[in-house]
Nanobody
Framework: QVQLVESGGGLVQAGGSLRLSCAASGRTFSNYNMGWFRQAPGKEREFVAAIRRNGDNTYYTDSLKGRFTISKDNAANTVYLQMNSLKPEDTAVYYC?????????????????WGQGTQVTVSS
């Protein structure tokens, strides 16, 4: 079992930045590939970014490349999502999740464990 707790969300003006953190406890964090998803009001949850267990590969949804950066600190049992140049359409609840298989990293059903989410609101 892996427990995931997100933090770092909040209210920010358009053009601003936020860094989300996801702290893990339980099973060995370094064994897991990690991902971030988000769910905007009235929309389905969507893939944002993922990172391989040892941090040597990252993957992003095309529309967010260049603005969002995922990173993983296995020593600190934490995965991060740096979000820059935020836009109102980035407003959503952001979730981190843990997966064993990197092959299905963009799919929700590829993840075994989920955090409770953190709200990000971007004002115009």
């Amino acid at each position: 079992q892996v427990q995931l707790v997100e933090s770092g969300g909040g209210l920010v003006q358009a053009g601003g930045s936020l860094r989300l953190s996801c702290a893990a406890s339980g099973r060995t964090f370094s064994n897991y590939n990690m991902g971030w998803f988000r769910q905007a009001p009235g929309k389905e949850r969507e893939f944002v970014a993922a990172i391989r267990r040892n941090g040597d590969n990252t993957y992003y949804t095309d529309s967010l490349k260049g603005r969002f950066t995922i990173s993983k600190d296995n020593a600190a049992n934490t995965v991060y999502l740096q979000m820059n140049s935020l836009k109102p359409e980035d407003t959503a609840v952001y979730y981190c999740a843990a997966a064993r298989n990197y092959l299905f990293i963009t799919r929700e059903d590829g993840y075994y464990y989920w955090g409770q989410g953190t709200q990000v609101t971007v004002s115009s």
